[in-house]
């Protein structure tokens, strides 16, 4: 009897699984793509889909209880927003200083969030020694062999992907002159994306499973920097110079053109580069109490940021959605903007989900049973 038993629960349970394996794949069935509850929090959604949803992060409001609540609540990804450059991070030649971002990291592990690096070739936020002591080139190759190696061996296994080089192309689509590359430069300068592709290959060397990215902002759209970017990465994978894909900053205004962000998302995931869209944020106008002056942008706010995650979700390898800050109270668009705008976020400076946040859990629950 018991024998028989377990027979006949054993044909259920392999009928089931026949039957389970035989459904269309979820993105093929009809009609169920609203089925999600909705207010249910940004994350379980996000992994459902497919996606990273992340923010910047500073490791001094981790100890703020509400602060810290809504990130493990929310965040699937996070990114040290100044932690891991260079002048928080190497502050004297001679020393490396790991804490602030190993705040956030434990702070990641914790609740389960991955994290992203950033950033590790760039001619900002660079530390004194580094921009007054007139290295030679000799000398700047080796020191930022050095740091490359050092940053990603320290995080190997636990930054999942790194934005290598920031901002080395400008508005017209040429290289922008920079301390990597021209000023003085690492012995490359005049060859044109050399150093990119040394840096490139020290980060390959230095942890081989890291995603490697190259990021910029101003590229958003189809232009002459996203043109440029664009070619690169392509000459980039025709010779081999290890490159997984392009973050898009995405710091736009209520005049974005979403038509043509969605365009250039496309042509990058087309090429078969992973596309991340790494610090967005939708500014408007605001008082000097930092208040929103026409009460009406933050449904223009929130269409911008329905229009460009749908995009991305629509994109197979547009795998990271990651904005710059999550609350108004903590953003760096006021102080870039003298006070001007801001208010550029998902939650508001208590912390209470804005249009934007309810716009971003409505695309992200059709997307679970749709992408
Ligand atoms: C900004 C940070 O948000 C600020 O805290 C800091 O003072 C200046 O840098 N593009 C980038 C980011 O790649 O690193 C910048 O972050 C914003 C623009």
């Not at 392999?14 to 793509?33: E, F, H, K, T």
């Not at 689509?173 to 050399?194: E, F, H, M, V």
């Not at 392509?234 to 043509?260: C, E, K, W, Y």
Request: net charge neutral; with cysteine.
């Amino acid at each position: 009897m018991p024998s028989v038993m377990i027979c006949s629960l054993v044909t259920v349970v392999a009928a089931g699984i026949v039957g389970y394996a035989r459904l269309p794949p979820a993105s093929a069935r009809a009609g169920n793509c609203e089925a999600v509850e909705q207010r249910e929090p940004l994350r379980g959604k996000a992994d459902r889909a497919g996606i990273l949803i992340g923010t910047a992060v500073r490791p001094g409001q981790l100890s703020e209880a509400a602060y810290a609540a809504t990130l493990a609540r929310e965040y699937n990804l996070v990114e040290p927003e100044d932690a891991l450059k260079w002048e928080v991070l190497h502050p004297r030649r001679d020393l490396f200083d790991f804490s602030d971002a190993d705040r956030i990291l434990s702070f990641a592990r914790l609740h389960g969030i991955k994290v992203r690096g950033h950033t590790l070739v760039w001619t900002h936020q660079n530390p004194p020694w580094l921009v007054n002591n007139r290295f030679s080139e000799a000398e700047l190759l080796s020191i930022l062999h050095e740091h490359i190696s050092k940053v990603m061996e320290h995080y190997r296994g636990r930054i999942f992907a790194w934005d290598v080089v920031n901002e080395a192309v400008d508005e017209t689509g040429n290289l922008r002159s920079s301390l990597w590359y021209d000023q003085p430069g690492i012995g490359l300068a005049q060859k044109g994306t050399a150093y990119i592709e040394q840096a490139l290959r020290w980060a390959r060397e230095a942890d081989p499973d890291a995603l490697l990215f190259y990021n910029d902002g101003g590229g958003e759209v189809v232009n002459r920097k996203s043109d440029a970017v664009y070619s690169m990465l392509i000459d980039f994978r025709r010779r081999n110079i290890p490159i997984d894909g392009v973050g898009l900053q995405m710091h736009l205004g209520l005049d974005a053109d979403v038509t043509s962000i969605a365009r250039n998302i496309q042509r990058f995931s087309d090429a078969g580069f992973q596309v991340h869209i790494t610090e967005a944020d939708v500014a408007v106008a605001v008082d000097h109490n930092r208040r929103i002056l026409d009460p009406g942008d933050l449904d223009r706010q929130s269409r911008i940021y329905e229009a460009v995650l749908s995009a991305c979700l629509s994109q197979r390898r547009c795998t990271v959605f990651q904005t710059w800050g999550f609350t108004d109270k903590y953003s760096w668009i006021n102080s870039t903007s003298r006070g001007i705008k801001g208010a550029a976020l998902f939650f508001d400076a208590q912390y209470r989900p804005k249009p934007a946040y309810t716009a971003a859990q409505r695309v992200l629950s059709r997307a679970v049973n749709c992408r």
